[in-house]
Every structure is written in structure tokens, then in C-alpha cells.
């Protein structure tokens, strides 16, 4: 059994996938499925996860959290807990004071945002369950947990506030001192929606309005979360070991917070199983773990448990969105109001108030318009915070727009396919600035379309529907759409600046040609699933010229790669990737000067290819980036006066978004006695421009897809009345098994982003965005003919029979009422009289 | 404390623990097979998946006393002399783990099933991997790895 990838197993690859064949170049990696250098490790359980670490001395770290969703701490009194066995040490906030600081909010989105103070362990009140409020720490886990129990709080319950509508009252106040739940009310407008809506009026249009529910998700990545801190024997210094994405910002934030010199932490991310968004912040266990090993000096560990996890990890979406459109007859869009609510919970995480706020430039998606309007109001309630959930903002956005086009399709009669053409931008067309004021670089939505209608069978799954309408079929069938663009590859500095956003959304990579011939990158992104050690391999080797198999990836560590911005967004590869390509370039322009000194030519006469320098003219003077490698090392002779270095940085600032997109089908069955809907068919259809290696990119469209499809049919955070979290294990809350899901179809089309040298897009988060609406359109569009407007996810069955019946408020509504269950009444208006 | 004695990919241990000392924290921070990770607290997820008797155990569920006298497998011990199990292979022929978290309970998973149901459709695969939760391959490539191990095996027995 081998890991080297010799000639002979890449045409053998190439051969099952033949798309990767048509490279110009049989030397080439970029294209190839090539499979991942990650895995060895990972399928021999030689791994490397934060709980894995073993220190001598190691103490163990365990919290005590408040069982009540909302009250006063009266008294914490830990000295009990001091007592058991095993134990060595018990703090409450009070006992640690200052020295925990406040958790980090990096995203202010307005200048009158309601910020309050977020301690990491509960100083005069508690505001959701599960929040932190005093620490043990002992010498196993066992004994820690133990003595959790004899920490005594007096809590003086106050009341809790779940609803964003009730909160809005400000009746009941998350943070009494701030006066108002209102976090912030962030408005955006492009064009005059008012004109739009009167045009739409006037000239016998169509203009009304839905309410969609962005229930409330858990991220569940299948690794909890985990921290080690090891102080070091000399000074004021530590290696913070930490299941994190962002073990660069962790760093920065971790010096802020606690007062350390950023030079004395080290953050290290080992191996991280997963994250999608949850890890992508700075959590109060990250920081009463510093402060411990720092108080005590010795090293402290601390894992969540699942459990405790699903209350103490950021959760995801849990939006209430209003949104009007105001169309022609004919079904051409003048103008969207979106009108949004954003549950923050109870805190500012490190990017909660964002999240709802990237989404403002998606929910006019690939669609022209005259006018767009959009508000934001952020909410506190007495829950765990939200935060960036794989996508971000955009599947929210996007869930809205692809189920009103639908919606609009239903309204006016028209095919819900041939409605988005009508409205789509046309592939030559772009660039194209949006309504929103975004630059799309590049697109082709109808080639996109144009290949998922042919693997769906369209035009046959909607003859099947309306047979079985004829026949009253007690098993019914519907077709959902979703033509979803999205914007990731976070960001352009200027752009984050200009949101709000505290840091920059460049990307660092550096390549080190060893002595040897071998190549080392470093890179600042921080793989956690991702496959950067392959991906990144494939970039070094072609530009270089250089065997995949010399090529080593050094990642997630601040020491080893001291530069980066880590791993979130979709960014990596249109960021990070790009970097390390064009650090590459950078060392063939250097060893270029050093072959030509060498091959006793001009600079000008040396050509690169295929790792090989060569003189125009001369065919047998040429000379290997190898051998240039190991020139420069020995430096005895090189060009004067130059570095004996060809080793190279890159920090990329990107120009521009990356707009993946796609067209994305499915088609639903629906029992109609017993309401449960099953897919049948979903085919995805996507557009991610250049791909590296087509194997992980199949893989990031099929896991994107499960989590979207989870939030359409399975998933939801429940908390009861009293604000306790009623889903609060994997008991009660769904994360779908291999039963759960069907066998997608995945196809793609390439249309190369204009505004990377690579043409690449990013596609970590495309397939959550795509799916959500698809699955639910698809439900709806099944049983819409029985008088269905809106079933609210997850889908349930209980939901659909509800809806199909016409019984009980929770969750479906029926068009004839025209209202729907969350929230008063609504209003579907026809202008003009033309119905 | 109790006496137990259990053999762990080929290794026997004689040790004193708690009787109420799970079998994946003896596993992990007794013996230090840390390749046997832990997702969740419910017995739902499966990744702390391993073999007790050549049968596939959650080990998140067994208490290390229980495992008394018996000769467990983990993902530690499948690969013999370097060798990889087909079932390892395959998973790494068809990019059928991500992050990883979950693999070795998936695969010490599916290797039991196969055991069970040496040729399974994709819809016992579905069914036989229905109590291991991975977040992150949506699970079609994993199907494709323990289809392919099976029919990988099917050849070498034919």
C-alpha cells in the first residue's frame, strides 16, 4: 500500500475521470481528481484532535453552566467544589475578575449598535441557558465534572424572551441596562422602491408579500470543541492548542482579551474535525482556559461534551423575513423590499451581527431589478447567540428570493423556470452590477440551467405531476427550483472596511524550495476538512514544475505560519489558493535570474516549463528549478549582488467576491395521508468556474447539499417557552444519517471567474445555499394545487399533514386564508384587478 | 476499582478502574488509543465505534468493566502490516471522509456490516451506517467506498 501517486496511478485516475484529460499539459495537476494526501492519517486513526493531547501535569477543565435560560446570580460559591476529590482549583467570575476580560464582537455593523459587555463567565446575570458561570478544575475529567455539582449558585430567575417579535416590545429586556432589545437596524437601498411599488400598481402588476421562517440551526460539527493550554516554563507565555478555524485570530484575540503580548501566544490548530462556521469565533472556554493555566501554571484541558455543546457553540440563521415584490404582468421584477429580523441571542459573538447583514447583497441574487430595499433589525433574546452557520447569511437570503420567484411564478401562471429567465442576467451581460451594488465578474445562468433541465427530466417529472393530480394520486409530486448565485471568497479589505468589519480579507502563503528539490508551502488558511494539503499541492506542483508528491503544505499554526487569516467564507481557495500560486510565480521569476547567471544567458533568452529552465535557441542549455534550488543554497555562484534565497511571500488581497452559482432541482413526493415528503430526484447543477481537484469539490457540493436539505426537512433548535433548549441532544435533534439522505446528482458547468489568475470560485458553502429552497419548493410545490401556500421548515410530516388538512397553526398555511402561522396575518395583494 | 483484563489490537492489558469508567475513556486516556474519537454524549453518533469480539460497538456504551476478558479492535489495529483493510482503501479511493472525525467509527462500522451482509445495496449500506453521523460528505461517497469495498472482496473471494 502506497501514498505515492507515480505516473501510472494518475492515468489511471485520469481514466476514470475523464474530464480531467483535456489539460494541455500530461505533467499537470490542477484538474485531476487527484485522491488526498489527508487521508492516511485519518483512516488509521493516527490523528491528531485537541482532546487527544496528553501534557504532563495536564489538569482538566469543567463549567458550570446555568441551568435557567434568564436571572440574577445572587451568590456563586465554589469552595464546596474544592473539597472533592481530585479537585484543585474552583473559580467564579468573581475569583478571577478582570483578568477574563470581555469576549471579542469583531463586527460592529453600525456605529449606534447595542453592544453589551460579554463575560466569559457570568458575573450579575445569566441570559441563556448553558451560559458559563463558574469553573472547576481538577485532576481527570471525571472528578472535574463531579465536582461541578457541588458549585452552589442562587439564581433569581427573571423572565425569559424567545420571540424577536415579543423582544421587540421591550418588554422583557435581555440586557436591562441597555434599554431595548434592538441591537441595530442596518437599512440598504438601491433605487426607490416606492416608485417600483407604484409602477407595479399602476400599470396592472403584481406586487405582495410572504413571510419565510429561517428556523433556528446547530451547527453539530462532528468533532466538539476543545482547548488545551500549556503554559511554558519560562514567563508569561503559552501554546493555546484550540479546535478552531481562525487560530490567527484566536491569537490576536486571545492577546486583547486577556492582556498577554501577542508575541507570547502561540495557537495551534491541529487536526479539527469540522466547523462549518461554529469555530470561526473566539468562545469564553478558550478564554477561562488561559486565564487558569496562567493563574495556576500548569496545563489545563477542556472538551465540551455534546450536550453542552449544542448550548455553549454558536447556533446558526433564526431569521423571521418579510419580503414584498412588486412585478409586471408579464413577470419582469421591478422591485423587493426585504424586511428582516436577526435573532442574536443573547451575546455578540465574534461576527453575530454580520451574519444577517452579508445577506443584504443576496437576496436580489441573479435577478434584474429596478429597486431593491432592505432593513435589518438585530434582536436579543435569551438564547445561546447565533453566528456564522456554513453560509452565512447568504442560504437565508437566498431561501427567500428562490421560494418568492416561485411564489411569483404561482401568482401569475407562468413556469417557474421560464420566470427566472425572464429575469435572470443574461450570460453577456457581465460584468454586471447588481442592485445591490456588486460586481458579478462572470456567469452563465442559462448554460447552467439548461444542463440540470436535462438531468432532471424536466419537462417528464412536471407531465408525472400533473398525472398524478388528475388522478388525485394520494401520493403527490412537486419540483422545486433554486438558480442560486452566492458571494464568498471573503473579501476585499476596502469592502470589509467599508461593512464594518474589523479585520482584512487578504491571504498569506510563502514557498520555501528546500536544498533538496522538495518544496514547502505555507499557508494561512486553516484546513478543516478541506483538503488544502492536496488542493494546495496541485497549485505549488504546477507552477512550479515540481512532482505533486515533493510538495509538503504547512498549516495552522501561528509559529510554522506565522501569516494568515484562516478558513471560513468560502475564502480559501480563491484567497489562500490564488496566494500560493502567486508565490510560486514569484519563485520562478527569482530562480529565473539564477538559471540564467547559470546557463550564461540573458534573463530575457530563459523560458520555464515543466520545471525546467532552457535558453531560447539553445535546446541543450537548461537547467532544473531542482538544481537552481540547490545552487542557490550553496550560493557559490550567483548573480551579483542577489539574495541566496528563490523562497517567496504572497498576501493576496482579493479584487473582488467570488460568485459561484447554479442551478439545483429536486423533486419531492409527498404521502398526503401521512404528510411525509421524500426526494426523489436532486440534481445540482454548479458553477464554481476553474476546479482543482474535482473529487473534493464533488464532496464539498455533496456535504453542502446534506446540511441544506437538513435545515429543509429535518433540523430545528427548539426552545420552549421558558427559553430552555428543548432539542438539546442528538437525541432530539436531528442531524441526518445515510437513511436520511437520497443519492444526488451533481454536475457542473465552468464558467472561470475573471478576477483571479486561476479562474476559480469558491464552493465550500454553494451546495447549503442551493438546497434549502430547492427541498422546500419542492414540498410546497406538491401539494400547492391542494390550496398549500407555506409549510414552515423543517418540513416535517406532521407539518405537511397539518397543511394539507388545514389543522392546527403549526406551521402550514393555506392560501385561501392568506395567512400563515408565525405572526399575524398577511396580506396577498393583486394590483390592479387583471386576476 | 475492579480488575479487568482486555487484549486491544493485539495487546493484552491487566489494569485496575472505576466501574463506571466508559470503555472509550479507558481506551483513550488509559491506554492512549486516542484514534478512537468521541462526537457525542447520546450513543448517537457513533464515531467511538469499535470491534468487541469482532462485533461493532459504540464504546461510548459499554463500560470498561464489561469489557472484561474480551479482544477489542479499533481503528488502531485494522490496517495489518501495513496493509490497509479494503474497507480503509476504499474510503480513501472514493474521497469518502472530509475532516475525518467520524471515519473510524464509520469504517470500524462498516467493516462489522460487511461482515453481516458481504454484498449490501445502497440501501442497506444506508440503513447498516444509519446509527454513524458524519457532518461532512453528505454520505454518498462513503455508500460508493462500502459498495466498492464489497465488491472488491466478492473478486478476491471468486
Same mark, same amino acid.
Given at each position: 500500500?502506497?501514498?505515492?501517486?507515480?505516473?501510472?496511478?494518475?492515468?489511471?485516475?485520469?481514466?476514470?475521470?475523464?474530464?480531467?484529460?483535456?489539460?494541455?499539459?500530461?505533467?499537470?495537476?490542477?484538474?485531476?481528481?487527484?485522491?488526498?494526501?489527508?487521508?492516511?492519517?485519518?483512516?488509521?486513526? =493516527?490523528?491528531?484532535?485537541?482532546?487527544?493531547?496528553?501534557? /504532563?501535569?495536564?489538569?482538566?477543565?469543567?463549567?458550570?453552566?446555568?441551568?435557567?435560560?434568564?436571572?440574577?446570580?445572587?451568590?456563586?460559591?465554589?469552595?464546596?467544589?474544592?473539597?472533592?476529590?481530585?479537585?484543585?482549583?474552583?473559580?467564579?467570575?468573581?475569583?478571577?475578575?478582570?483578568?477574563?476580560?470581555?469576549?471579542?464582537?469583531?463586527?460592529?455593523?453600525?456605529?449606534?449598535?447595542?453592544?453589551? $459587555?460579554? #463575560?466569559?463567565?457570568?458575573?450579575?446575570?445569566?441570559?441563556?441557558?448553558?451560559?458559563?458561570?463558574?469553573?472547576?478544575?481538577?485532576?481527570?475529567?471525571?472528578?472535574?465534572?463531579?465536582?461541578?455539582?457541588?458549585?452552589?449558585?442562587?439564581?433569581?430567575?427573571?423572565?425569559?424572551?424567545?420571540?424577536?417579535?415579543?423582544?421587540?416590545?421591550?418588554?422583557?429586556?435581555?440586557?436591562?441596562?441597555?434599554?431595548?432589545?434592538?441591537?441595530?437596524?442596518?437599512?440598504? $437601498?438601491?433605487?426607490?422602491?416606492?416608485?417600483? =411599488?407604484?409602477?407595479?400598481?399602476?400599470?396592472?402588476?403584481?406586487?405582495?408579500?410572504? @413571510?419565510?421562517?429561517?428556523?433556528?440551526?446547530?451547527?453539530?460539527?462532528?468533532?466538539?470543541? *476543545?482547548?488545551?493550554?500549556?503554559?511554558?516554563?519560562?514567563?508569561?507565555?503559552?501554546?493555546?492548542?484550540?479546535?478552531?478555524?481562525?487560530?490567527?485570530?484566536?491569537?490576536?484575540?486571545?492577546?486583547?482579551?486577556?492582556?498577554? /503580548?501577542?508575541?507570547?501566544? @502561540?495557537?495551534?490548530?491541529?487536526?479539527?474535525?469540522?466547523?462549518?462556521?461554529?469555530?470561526?469565533?473566539?468562545?469564553?472556554?478558550?478564554?477561562?482556559?488561559?486565564?487558569?493555566?496562567?493563574?495556576?501554571?500548569?496545563?489545563?484541558?477542556?472538551?465540551?461534551?455534546?450536550?453542552?455543546?449544542?448550548?455553549?457553540?454558536?447556533?446558526?440563521?433564526?431569521?423571521?423575513?418579510?419580503?414584498?415584490?412588486?412585478?409586471?404582468?408579464?413577470? @419582469?421584477?421591478?422591485?423587493?423590499?426585504?424586511?428582516?429580523?436577526?435573532?442574536?441571542?443573547?451575546?455578540?459573538?465574534?461576527?453575530?451581527?454580520?451574519?444577517?447583514?452579508?445577506?443584504?447583497?443576496?437576496?436580489?441574487?441573479?435577478?434584474?431589478?429596478?429597486?431593491?430595499?432592505?432593513?435589518?433589525?438585530?434582536?436579543?433574546?435569551?438564547?445561546?447567540?447565533?453566528?456564522?452557520?456554513?453560509?452565512?447569511?447568504?442560504?437565508?437570503?437566498?431561501?427567500?428570493?428562490?421560494?418568492?420567484?416561485?411564489?411569483?411564478?404561482?401568482?401569475?401562471?407562468?413556469?417557474?423556470?421560464?420566470?427566472?429567465?425572464?429575469?435572470?442576467?443574461?450570460?453577456?451581460?457581465?460584468?454586471?452590477?447588481?442592485?445591490?451594488?456588486?460586481?458579478?465578474?462572470?456567469?452563465?445562468?442559462?448554460?447552467?440551467?439548461?444542463?440540470?433541465?436535462?438531468?432532471?427530466?424536466?419537462?417528464?417529472?412536471?407531465?408525472?405531476?400533473?398525472?398524478?393530480?388528475? =388522478?388525485?394520486?394520494?401520493?403527490?409530486?412537486?419540483?422545486?427550483?433554486?438558480?442560486?448565485?452566492?458571494?464568498?471568497?471573503?473579501?476585499?479589505?476596502?469592502?470589509?472596511?467599508?461593512?464594518?468589519?474589523?479585520?482584512?480579507?487578504?491571504?498569506?502563503?510563502?514557498?520555501?524550495?528546500?536544498?533538496?528539490?522538495?518544496?514547502?508551502?505555507?499557508?494561512?488558511?486553516?484546513?478543516?476538512?478541506? !483538503?488544502?494539503?492536496?488542493?494546495? *499541492?496541485?497549485?505549488?506542483?504546477?507552477?512550479?514544475?515540481?512532482?505533486?508528491?515533493?510538495?509538503?503544505?504547512?498549516?495552522?499554526?501561528?509559529?510554522?505560519?506565522?501569516?494568515?487569516?484562516?478558513?471560513? !467564507?468560502?475564502?480559501?481557495?480563491?484567497?489562500?489558493?490564488?496566494?500560493?500560486?502567486?508565490?510560486?510565480?514569484?519563485?520562478?521569476?527569482?530562480?529565473?535570474?539564477?538559471?540564467?547567471?547559470?546557463?550564461?544567458?540573458?534573463?530575457?533568452?530563459?523560458?520555464? *516549463?515543466?520545471?525546467?529552465?532552457?535558453?531560447?535557441?539553445?535546446?541543450?542549455?537548461?537547467?532544473?528549478?531542482?538544481?537552481?534550488?540547490?545552487?542557490?543554497?550553496?550560493?557559490?555562484?550567483?548573480? $551579483?549582488?542577489?539574495?541566496?534565497?528563490?523562497?517567496?511571500?504572497?498576501?493576496?488581497?482579493?479584487?473582488?467576491?467570488?460568485?459561484?452559482?447554479?442551478?439545483?432541482?429536486?423533486?419531492?413526493?409527498?404521502?398526503?395521508?401521512?404528510?411525509?415528503?421524500?426526494?426523489?430526484?436532486?440534481?445540482?447543477?454548479? $458553477?464554481?468556474?476553474?476546479?482543482?481537484?474535482?473529487?473534493?469539490?464533488?464532496?464539498?457540493?455533496?456535504?453542502?447539499?446534506?446540511?441544506?436539505?437538513?435545515?429543509?426537512?429535518?433540523?430545528?433548535?427548539?426552545?420552549?417557552?421558558?427559553?430552555?433548549?428543548?432539542?438539546?441532544?442528538?437525541?432530539?435533534?436531528?442531524?441526518? *444519517?445515510?437513511?436520511?439522505?437520497?443519492?444526488?446528482?451533481?454536475? =457542473?458547468?465552468?464558467?472561470?471567474?475573471?478576477?483571479?489568475?486561476?479562474?476559480?470560485?469558491?464552493?465550500?458553502?454553494?451546495?447549503?445555499?442551493?438546497?434549502?429552497?430547492?427541498?422546500?419548493?419542492?414540498?410546497?410545490?406538491?401539494?400547492?394545487?391542494?390550496?398549500?401556500?407555506?409549510?414552515?421548515?423543517?418540513?416535517?410530516?406532521?407539518?405537511?399533514?397539518?397543511?394539507?388538512?388545514?389543522?392546527?397553526?403549526?406551521?402550514?398555511?393555506?392560501?385561501?386564508?392568506?395567512?400563515?402561522?408565525?405572526?399575524?396575518?398577511?396580506?396577498?395583494?393583486?394590483?390592479? !384587478?387583471?386576476? | 476499582?475492579?480488575?479487568?483484563?482486555?487484549?486491544?489490537?493485539?495487546?493484552?492489558?491487566?489494569?485496575?478502574?472505576? /466501574?463506571?469508567?466508559?470503555?472509550?475513556?479507558?481506551?483513550?486516556?488509559?491506554?492512549?488509543?486516542?484514534?478512537?474519537?468521541?462526537?457525542?454524549?447520546?450513543?448517537? %453518533?457513533?464515531?467511538?465505534?469499535?470491534?468487541?469480539?469482532?462485533?461493532?460497538?459504540?464504546?461510548?456504551?459499554?463500560?470498561?468493566?464489561?469489557?472484561?476478558?474480551?479482544?477489542?479492535?479499533?481503528?488502531?489495529?485494522?490496517?495489518?502490516?501495513?496493509?490497509?483493510?479494503?474497507?480503509?482503501?476504499?474510503?480513501?479511493?472514493? #474521497?469518502?471522509?472530509?475532516?475525518?472525525? %467520524?471515519?473510524?467509527?464509520?469504517?470500524?462500522?462498516?467493516?462489522?456490516?460487511?461482515?453481516?451482509?458481504?454484498?449490501?445495496?445502497?440501501?442497506?449500506?444506508? #440503513?447498516?451506517?444509519?446509527?454513524?453521523?458524519?457532518? %461532512?460528505?453528505?454520505?454518498?461517497?462513503?455508500?460508493?467506498?462500502?459498495?466498492?469495498?464489497?465488491?472488491?472482496?466478492?473478486?478476491?473471494?471468486?
Amino acid at each position: 500500500m502506497t501514498e505515492e501517486l507515480d505516473a501510472g496511478l494518475i492515468a489511471e485516475q485520469v481514466e476514470e475521470h475523464p474530464e480531467a484529460i483535456d489539460q494541455p499539459d500530461a505533467t499537470r495537476h490542477i484538474g485531476r481528481p487527484l485522491k488526498r494526501k489527508e487521508d492516511r492519517r485519518l483512516i488509521t486513526g =493516527r490523528t491528531r484532535w485537541t482532546d487527544n493531547i496528553q501534557l /504532563p501535569g495536564l489538569m482538566h477543565m469543567a463549567i458550570v453552566r446555568s441551568p435557567v435560560a434568564h436571572a440574577r446570580i445572587n451568590r456563586v460559591d465554589v469552595s464546596a467544589a474544592l473539597d472533592r476529590p481530585g479537585v484543585i482549583a474552583a473559580f467564579s467570575a468573581a475569583d478571577l475578575g478582570d483578568a477574563l476580560g470581555t469576549l471579542p464582537c469583531a463586527w460592529p455593523v453600525t456605529a449606534d449598535m447595542v453592544h453589551p $459587555d460579554h #463575560h466569559p463567565l457570568a458575573t450579575d446575570e445569566v441570559r441563556h441557558v448553558g451560559e458559563a458561570v463558574a469553573v472547576v478544575v481538577a485532576t481527570d475529567r471525571y472528578a472535574a465534572a463531579d465536582a461541578t455539582e457541588a458549585v452552589e449558585v442562587d439564581y433569581e430567575p427573571l423572565p425569559a424572551v424567545t420571540d424577536m417579535e415579543e423582544a421587540l416590545k421591550d418588554e422583557v429586556l435581555v440586557h436591562a441596562d441597555k434599554g431595548t432589545n434592538k441591537t441595530y437596524l442596518w437599512p440598504f $437601498d438601491g433605487g426607490d422602491y416606492d416608485a417600483a =411599488r407604484a409602477q407595479a400598481e399602476a400599470e396592472g402588476g403584481i406586487v405582495f408579500k410572504r @413571510r419565510y421562517i429561517q428556523q433556528r440551526l446547530i451547527p453539530a460539527a462532528m468533532e466538539p470543541r *476543545s482547548v488545551v493550554v500549556e503554559p511554558l516554563t519560562e514567563g508569561d507565555e503559552y501554546t493555546v492548542y484550540s479546535a478552531t478555524q481562525i487560530p490567527h485570530i484566536l491569537r490576536l484575540m486571545l492577546a486583547l482579551t486577556c492582556g498577554i /503580548p501577542e508575541q507570547q501566544i @502561540r495557537v495551534i490548530a491541529p487536526d479539527v474535525g469540522g466547523g462549518f462556521g461554529s469555530k470561526l469565533n473566539v468562545y469564553a472556554e478558550e478564554v477561562i482556559a488561559l486565564v487558569v493555566a496562567r493563574k495556576l501554571g500548569r496545563p489545563v484541558k477542556w472538551t465540551e461534551s455534546r450536550s453542552e455543546g449544542f448550548q455553549a457553540t454558536i447556533h446558526g440563521r433564526d431569521q423571521i423575513q418579510d419580503i414584498e415584490v412588486a412585478a409586471t404582468r408579464d413577470g @419582469r421584477i421591478l422591485g423587493l423590499s426585504v424586511d428582516l429580523k436577526a435573532d442574536m441571542g443573547a451575546y455578540l459573538q465574534l461576527v453575530t451581527p454580520g451574519i444577517p447583514v452579508l445577506g443584504a447583497f443576496m437576496f436580489n441574487a441573479i435577478y434584474k431589478m429596478d429597486a431593491y430595499r432592505f432593513r435589518c433589525t438585530g434582536v436579543f433574546t435569551t438564547k445561546t447567540p447565533t453566528d456564522a452557520y456554513r453560509g452565512a447569511g447568504r442560504p437565508e437570503a437566498t431561501y427567500a428570493i428562490e421560494r418568492i420567484m416561485s411564489d411569483l411564478a404561482y401568482e401569475l401562471g407562468i413556469d417557474p423556470i421560464e420566470l427566472r429567465r425572464r429575469n435572470w442576467i443574461k450570460h453577456e451581460e457581465f460584468p454586471y452590477t447588481t442592485i445591490a451594488g456588486l460586481t458579478y465578474d462572470s456567469g452563465n445562468y442559462e448554460a447552467a440551467t439548461a444542463r440540470a433541465l436535462e438531468l432532471f427530466g424536466y419537462d417528464e417529472l412536471r407531465r408525472e405531476q400533473q398525472e398524478r393530480r388528475d =388522478r388525485n394520486d394520494p401520493v403527490q409530486l412537486g419540483i422545486g427550483i433554486s438558480t442560486f448565485t452566492e458571494m464568498c471568497g471573503l473579501a476585499p479589505s476596502r469592502v470589509l472596511g467599508s461593512l464594518s468589519y474589523g479585520a482584512g480579507g487578504w491571504e498569506a502563503a510563502s514557498i520555501r524550495m528546500l536544498p533538496s528539490g522538495k518544496v514547502e508551502v505555507v499557508t494561512g488558511t486553516t484546513p478543516h476538512g478541506q !483538503g488544502h494539503l492536496t488542493a494546495w *499541492s496541485q497549485i505549488a506542483a504546477d507552477a512550479l514544475g515540481v512532482p505533486f508528491e515533493d510538495v509538503n503544505v504547512i498549516f495552522g499554526d501561528t509559529q510554522s505560519s506565522p501569516v494568515g487569516m484562516d478558513t471560513y !467564507g468560502s475564502r480559501s481557495l480563491v484567497v489562500g489558493g490564488v496566494a500560493v500560486h502567486l508565490a510560486a510565480r514569484k519563485v520562478v521569476d527569482k530562480a529565473r535570474k539564477v538559471a540564467a547567471h547559470l546557463l550564461e544567458a540573458a534573463e530575457g533568452d530563459v523560458e520555464f *516549463s515543466g520545471g525546467t529552465f532552457s535558453v531560447k535557441g539553445s535546446p541543450d542549455a537548461k537547467t532544473t528549478i531542482q538544481e537552481v534550488s540547490l545552487a542557490t543554497f550553496a550560493a557559490h555562484n550567483l548573480p $551579483d549582488g542577489m539574495e541566496p534565497t528563490i523562497n517567496a511571500d504572497a498576501v493576496l488581497d482579493p479584487e473582488n467576491f467570488s460568485f459561484p452559482h447554479g442551478t439545483h432541482l429536486c423533486a419531492v413526493e409527498v404521502d398526503t395521508e401521512t404528510g411525509r415528503p421524500t426526494i426523489r430526484t436532486y440534481v445540482a447543477v454548479d $458553477d464554481i468556474g476553474n476546479v482543482i481537484n474535482p473529487l473534493i469539490v464533488e464532496g464539498q457540493v455533496h456535504g453542502g447539499l446534506a446540511q441544506g436539505i437538513a435545515q429543509a426537512l429535518y433540523e430545528e433548535a427548539v426552545y420552549d417557552a421558558d427559553a430552555n433548549l428543548v432539542t438539546g441532544t442528538m437525541v432530539d435533534y436531528l442531524v441526518p *444519517s445515510a437513511a436520511d439522505l437520497p443519492e444526488f446528482t451533481t454536475d =457542473r458547468t465552468e464558467t472561470p471567474s475573471t478576477t483571479n489568475p486561476l479562474g476559480v470560485k469558491g464552493v465550500g458553502e454553494a451546495g447549503t445555499i442551493a438546497s434549502t429552497p430547492a427541498v422546500v419548493g419542492a414540498v410546497v410545490d406538491a401539494v400547492h394545487h391542494l390550496g398549500v401556500q407555506e409549510i414552515r421548515m423543517p418540513t416535517t410530516p406532521e407539518r405537511v399533514w397539518r397543511a394539507i388538512n388545514n389543522s392546527g397553526s403549526d406551521g402550514g398555511s393555506r392560501a385561501a386564508e392568506g395567512t400563515i402561522a408565525y405572526g399575524g396575518p398577511q396580506t396577498s395583494t393583486t394590483a390592479g !384587478g387583471a386576476e | 476499582m475492579a480488575r479487568i483484563e482486555v487484549t486491544v489490537d493485539g495487546v493484552s492489558y491487566h489494569d485496575e478502574v472505576e /466501574p463506571r469508567l466508559l470503555l472509550v475513556h479507558y481506551l483513550r486516556e488509559r491506554l492512549g488509543k486516542v484514534g478512537t474519537p468521541i462526537g457525542c454524549d447520546t450513543s448517537n %453518533c457513533g464515531a467511538c465505534t469499535v470491534h468487541v469480539d469482532g462485533v461493532s460497538v459504540k464504546s461510548c456504551t459499554m463500560l470498561a468493566v464489561q469489557a472484561d476478558g474480551t479482544q477489542i479492535t479499533t481503528i488502531e489495529g485494522l490496517a495489518q502490516n501495513g496493509q490497509l483493510h479494503p474497507v480503509q482503501q476504499a474510503f480513501h479511493d472514493n #474521497h469518502a471522509l472530509q475532516c475525518g472525525f %467520524c471515519t473510524p467509527g464509520m469504517i470500524m462500522a462498516s467493516v462489522d456490516l460487511l461482515q453481516h451482509n458481504p454484498s449490501p445495496s445502497d440501501e442497506e449500506i444506508r #440503513h447498516g451506517l444509519e446509527g454513524n453521523l458524519c457532518r %461532512c460528505t453528505g454520505y454518498q461517497n462513503i455508500v460508493r467506498a462500502v459498495r466498492q469495498a464489497a465488491e472488491k472482496s466478492a473478486e478476491v473471494t471468486a
